[in-house]
């Protein structure tokens, strides 16, 4: 389980695929979450990606990869 702790409107974390965390982009997001304090499991082995997609959060390094195993 993790949880991303932020507030509603300044920050949001969107799930996305390897490519779009490489880039800051948004091509094939996965789950896109923006109402605040997020708890998400984690059930499968392998790479999560997440990033902010509020103006150049991302771009600034506030992504994240979790690994799984």
Do not use: R, W
């Amino acid at each position: 389980m993790v949880v991303f702790n932020y507030k509603p409107g300044l920050n949001t974390v969107v799930q996305v695929e390897k490519d779009d965390y490489d880039h800051c982009s948004m091509k094939k997001t996965l789950a896109q979450y923006f109402m605040g304090n997020t708890t998400l499991t984690l059930n499968h082995c392998g790479d999560y990606y997440f990033i902010c997609s509020v103006g150049k959060h991302c771009e600034a390094t506030q992504k994240l990869k979790i690994t799984v195993t």
